[in-house]
T-cell receptor, first 111, second 116 residues
Framework: QKEVEQNSGPLSVPEGAIASLNCTYSDRGSQSFFWYRQYSGKSPELIMSIYSNGDKEDGRFTAQLNKASQYVSLLIRDSQPSDSATYLCSLQRGSARQLTFGSGTQLTVLP | GAVVSQHPSRVICKSGTSVKIECRSLDFQATTMFWYRQFPKQSLMLMATSNEGSKATYEQGVEKDKFLINHASLTLSTLTVTSAHPEDSSFYIC????????????FGPGTRLTVL
């Protein structure tokens, strides 16, 4: 079982819709979770971090964490074509705080 | 926000040559830096963890004699790909842990390496 699993997509949503990205993880001891956005040919940029069960909102983005179900999600409200990218779910592990990434979900927002 | 730079952004070299990639934290001190590799259509794979003043810790399957990492100061880590071959062609990305927000990694813009 992979440490971090994501649906690879591609996921297509119309402009203005809600995009829902999901991620599961295998290590129950994981405490820190991150969503990164990566445009083609660019390096990842941090969108959200979440550490506690529940929802965390930042603008159009909402991260949800359910440690009992080992599930993390990212909702993007009012999706824009500029949100089209690959979204990477990651968790932090180890004393050096290394990141383990999922395979990424490719999102396309259709104008 | 915290800024991490990489140099060069793109390099093309002949097979058998060595290539050095620099990663700098511009406005913060980074005791720990990470090096990742990303092949087309794949996710980031951690290659090694670099701690200032000590030897790097390599992930399983990464050849430490081929990918030399030096972290000589709190703002600079270098990755040298020795005797590069076409299969080493990839997107190499570094990240740095900020000491003030020690759980957040800041990524550099990446280096595209093409070995002919």
């Amino acid at each position: 079982q992979k440490e971090v699993e994501q649906n690879s997509g591609p996921l297509s949503v119309p402009e203005g819709a809600i995009a829902s990205l999901n991620c599961t993880y295998s290590d129950r001891g994981s405490q820190s979770f991150f969503w990164y956005r990566q445009y083609s040919g660019k390096s990842p940029e941090l969108i959200m971090s979440i550490y506690s069960n529940g929802d965390k909102e930042d603008g159009r983005f909402t991260a949800q964490l359910n440690k009992a179900s080992q599930y993390v999600s990212l909702l993007i409200r009012d999706s824009q074509p500029s949100d089209s990218a690959t979204y990477l779910c990651s968790l932090q592990r180890g004393s050096a705080r290394q990141l383990t990434f999922g395979s990424g979900t490719q999102l396309t927002v259709l104008p | 926000g915290a800024v991490v730079s990489q140099h060069p952004s793109r390099v093309i070299c002949k097979s058998g040559t060595s290539v050095k990639i620099e990663c700098r934290s511009l406005d913060f001190q980074a005791t720990t830096m990470f090096w990742y590799r990303q092949f087309p259509k794949q996710s980031l794979m951690l290659m090694a963890t670099s701690n200032e003043g000590s030897k790097a810790t390599y992930e399983q399957g990464v050849e430490k004699d081929k990918f030399l990492i030096n972290h000589a100061s709190l703002t600079l880590s270098t990755l040298t790909v020795t005797s590069a071959h076409p299969e080493d062609s990839s997107f190499y990305i570094c990240s740095a842990l900020g000491t003030s927000r020690s759980d957040t990694q800041y990524f550099g813009p990446g280096t595209r390496l093409t070995v002919l």
